[in-house]
Every structure is written in structure tokens, then in C-alpha cells.
């Protein structure tokens, strides 16, 4: 295990996916002579070439659409969005071509292509650069989606979404790319979609969560501890295949549950898990199921008011409190 | 004559060379041979998309049904000197130009009867033709979504350094789409072996194209730096003439290419639309398929210089309507698809791990 930041861990992925399978290659703006904006591709062009590493125009709807048609034909792109705010102009071409082709060809044309990028809130970033996007993209079948929240998920993810032979978004954080943890120095290091990660086990209440609000929520949990409530907190880390068993393992153990997301709460992706627990464990429910998101605003940019849009570790444990009925 | 397309294709793949002699000279350089072959296709075409509705007026094919009709040598012309690993890949009316690159009658009718034989196993319907074997790659119903599809198709092949071309069909209205021109911008910066064709009909739909662009057509592909030209869609000859040659340039590495293929439209824009009304008058309509009838233009052209006889047309023409009947026969004989077929293919590669599907419906297993 070597400790590295969850930028190494996407560059390693995918350097050591394109130096396997030579179908794989990476477009987008400013992946190749800039190193990538947020520097996920550093030192790849000069590895694989400009042949597999590609330096887009400003065209998200463009070379999204030039990603999905090299897939119908046999390559594995890995199209960079500087980030996934940009990809709702590529949005025709990800549900209406990639996430239909396989079905309406009757099986005859796969599109086997990863979108990745940043997805929500950095700092300051304001309205048009500080959205979460997991809803467009995990709402339409066809589409898989995968959110890695730490170095090792980070990579072992990445690996399986580049070799998986259907579109999936692949949704990083800003705000993580400097974060560090162990990840394993195997080549064969692939995490399964599909498959949730307990990062901290408790018996009290269950948190729900995905993507960078997985550190928000083990604040949460570590503060909890402090008050003598053992909170367990469970990392999707995959949407779509979503891990129903160990959700449903998790809050049949604890019998209560918040959902932690960075998005919006109306038909957000807690919306669905939501649903899905009150359909299957209804009878193990000692409280009703919370949610904690964005304010169903746009984002602002002002410091404070950002800070009060977000969901907070304080927000997380006053909705522990809550189902937990303490005050 | 076979009832099937098998003959057809063969015929269709023969590598056509232009003869010194035989009254080739007359016929743009292509031989009378080829010329009456490609007289054959344009009747299937002609006559198939009447099959076509018929079926539609009598609810036999649903939803929206786009006819080619008026059309037919923008079709053949531009996909018969292709060969057959190059790709076509165009927009919603595209039946003909389905049959053009040889995909089997049968297949496309029972496409449009969404049945099981199908070339999409009647999952995609008239908007979306997809047979891969022909590298037919569909069949797309949102206007301009396609041309990107065509440039990834040539980005593939140029990354595999192989010879194939990509042929992109569009209608007139897809030049004022962005994703028209952020393709056509990588299409010319990486020299991708696309030729992007739009089938200017003049309407997009209902508004005529001089009423949503100043620009003319070929101007807004000249403004990427990929060569362009007009071309007379009605008379095949001269269309498969010029295929010919720039298909021969760009598998030479000659970059893309972009074609103004001028054509017309002898039907509504769909099924459910008026043939003329608002937009066009009917003397119009009337005078262009008086005029500009590219069966008749290649029949006439064929009968002056001496290489068809009104018979030898009357039998290839009843020989187009036996292999149209057989389509409709067939699609008509097919059985609806499978109920089980409404959960397979939506993923290609059903994970062990985690739930894909959401709606709580039973699932025949692994569903494909």
C-alpha cells in the first residue's frame, strides 16, 4: 500500500488502463500539452502519444458525441469533462445516443465509454460551476454511474468503469483531487460496481451517502461518537448498479437513516433511496427518513451564504438527532 | 430474381470500373451495366416506401413514418460505390438509404411493423434502423445528433489506420444544430474520412431553409476548411459520379468532405403531414415531380442512349414491386417481439453486483 492523493490514483488508473488495452484513450479540454485542468492527466501525453491523448475544442456536445461514436465502433474513450457542470451541453449525446444505442440497435451496438469529471460544489465557484449532475445521469436506464469518495475507490473504480462495456459516468469532487489515503500497488486493483463500502460501522442510525459527502458524513459520525451515538456510514460509491442489499443490511441493523447529498432534494438521488427503503424495509423503520442536501437554491457565491447552502456536518447530526428522537 | 436481398447485394458490392466505351461516355463515365443496376435499386426504393404506406394508412406501421420518396437518388448515388466495411449512419428518413447499403427488405419492413424480425428486433421502428453486419449504424431521431456519431466513426478509423469511409446523412435543417458544427470543426482538424451529405430538400420540415439561414449551405462547411460541393441529387448519375470520385480521395487520406445534395421531397415531411399546404404550394410539388423525378431522369437518360426499352423498365419496375410485396408479406407474417425482449439489451453487460434496474418489475433473470 502506498499512501498517495486521489489525483495519483485517477492518473494511475488510467495509465494503467490505456498501457493494457490500447482501444482505451482520453479526450477532452486540456487533458494533453496542459496536463489536464485539474492535472488528473499529468504526464500521459507524454507516455501514450496525441494519438491516445487528445486535447479537445471547447465542444462538450461535440466530442461527447465523437466519444459515443468511436465506442459504436470499437474503442474505449474516456471523455474528461473539465467539469460535469459543462457536461449538461453534452447531455443530448449521453442520454439520447450513448445510454439508447445497445437498446434501441437490439444489442447490436454497445458503447462501452467513460465521462469523467468533477461533479458540485467547490469553493466560490458560484451558480454555473457548483452543481451536482448525479440525478441527469443516474436517471436514465442504460447509463451507469459511479462516485468514489476516497484514493483507493477513486482508482479501483475508475479501472472497472474504463473496462465495463457500457457508458458510466464517473463523478469525482473537486475538493478531493489533494485528498490522501492507501491505495493498493496492484495493476489488478478493480472494485466492482456495485458494491456500497461501510466506512465506519455503528448500530445507532445509518448514513447514507456518496461521493465527497462521505467525509462530510464521517464528521458527522465522529462528532456523534463524542455524544455516545454509534453512527454507521455507508459509501453507495456506486448509483447505478446501486448496492441494495448492504443499504438495506445497514438500516434493518439500525432501524433509522439519513441520506447525505451534495445535489438538490427534489427528485434527488436520496429521493430514490428514500423509496426504495420505505418499499422493502418499511417494517424495520423506527423513525421516519431524512435527507440532508443542497437548499434548493442555485448556488451563491458569497462565503457565508454558500456555507449555509451546503449540507454541513452539523446539518447531518441535527438530522441524526432527529430520527434518533433526541433533542 | 431472388425474393430476398442476397443477389442484390452482390451486385451492389461489384467493383464498378468506367468502361471507354458502351455509351459510358453518356452516362457520367458509369457503365450501362452499373446504370441499370442502380435503375433497379431506385425502383425498390420507390416502390418499398410506397409499401410503406400503404401499411401506415391501414395502422399497420405506427408513430412516425419519414418517406424517402423524390429522394432516391440522393440514396443511391451516394451509398452504392461505397463498399461494404465503409459506414453510413443518418438521420429518420432513412429506410432507403437502410436498403442502399444492404440491409434485407424483409428486415426493414418488419422494422417498420415493430416486429420481431426486425432489423432492430422491433425495438427501434422507422427512426431507427440499425444493422451492423451492413455497418448501417442507425437510424437517429434528433436532428444533427448524428453528425458527431460520424465523426467518432472516422475517428475510429483512423485510429485503427484503416481505409474505410463514413458517409453522414443529414437533412437541410441539421446545418443550424451546434453539434453540426462542433463536429464538422473536429471532422477538419484531425482529417477524419467522413463525407457529411445533406440532403437539402429545401424544407426542414415546414420552413423553408431560406427562411432560418443567410448563409447558403455549402458556405457553412467551407468555414471549417473541408472542400465542398453541389451536387443534383435527382440525376443519380451524376451524384454517383461524384461519390465515386471523393469517396476514392478520402480513402486515399484526403479528409472530409461535405456534399450540398440537392433533392426533393415528394411526400410530407411524415406520414401525419400534408404533402403541400402552408409552405409549399401543390404546384410545386406537382412541377417537381413532373420535372425532377430521378427514376424517370435515369430512365430517360438510359432510353436516349439506347441501353432500356419501356418493357425492360416494366419488368425491373415489376420485379421491385414482387420483392416490396415480399417485405410487407413477411413483416406482416412476423410474430410481435417476445414480452421478455422489453428488459434485454438495455445494458450490455448486467453487473453481478448491484441493482440496475429501478420500475420493481419481475425480470426474466439476467435480463440481456
Known sequence: MAEITYREALNQALREEMARDDSVFLMGEEVAEYDGAYKVSKGLLDEFG??????????????????????????????????????ILALDQVINSAAKMYYMSDGQISCPIVFRGPTGAALQLAAQHSQACETWYVHSPGLKLVTPATPADAKGLLKAAIRDNDPVAFMEGELLYNFKGEVPEDDDF????????????????????????VHVALQAATKLEKDGVHAEVVDLRSLRPLDVDTILASVKKTNR????????SYVGVGAQIVSLIQEEAFDHLDAPLLRVTQADVPMPYAKNLERLAKPSADRVIAACNRVLYRN | MSTDTETREEEAMTDETPPQDGGAADLNGIAPERALEILREMLLYRRFEEKAEEAYAIGKIGGFCHLHIGQEGAAAGSILPLRGDDYVISAYREHTQALAKGVRPRAVMAELFGRRDGSSGGKGGSMHIFDVEHRFMGGHGIVGAQVPLAAGFGWTIRYREGDQVVVCFMGDAAVNQGAFHEAMNMAAVWDLPVIFVVENNAYGMGTAFHRVSRTEIHEKASAYGIPTEVVNGQDVLETYRAFADMIAKVRDGGGPFFVDLHTYRFKGHSMSDPVSGTYRSKEEVEGKIESADPIRVLADRLK????????????????????????????????????????????????????????GLERPGFAR
Do not use: C
Not at chain 1, 465506442?71 to 469533462?81: D, K, N, Q, S, Y
Not at chain 1, 437513516?257 to 438538490?264: H, L, S
Not at chain 2, 410485396?325 to 410481435?336: G, I, N, R, W, Y
Not at chain 2, 421478455?340 to 438495455?346: C, F, I, K, P, S
Open chain 1, 257 to 264: 437513516a439519513v441520506y447525505v447529498e451534495e445535489g438538490w
Open chain 2, 304 to 359: 436516349d442512349a439506347g441501353h432500356l426499352t419501356q418493357k425492360r423498365l416494366e419488368e425491373m419496375d415489376a420485379e421491385a414491386r414482387e420483392m416490396s410485396q415480399d417485405a410487407l408479406e413477411f413483416a406482416d407474417a412476423s410474430p410481435p417481439p417476445d414480452p421478455e425482449a422489453l428488459y434485454t439489451h438495455v445494458y450490455a453487460e448486467i453487473n453481478p453486483n448491484g441493482r440496475l434496474f429501478f420500475d
Open chain 1, 50 to 87: 496525441e494519438k491516445r491523448v487528445v486535447d479537445s475544442p471547447i465542444s462538450e456536445l461535440g466530442f461527447a458525441g465523437l466519444g459515443v461514436g468511436a465506442a459504436m465502433t470499437g474503442l474505449r474513450p474516456v471523455i474528461e469533462f473539465m467539469t460535469f457542470n459543462f457536461s
Open chain 1, 190 to 213: 478493480v472494485i466492482p460496481l456495485g458494491v456500497a463500502d461501510v466506512k465506519r460501522e455503528g448500530e445507532d442510525v445509518t448514513i447514507l451517502t456518496h461521493g465527497k459527502m
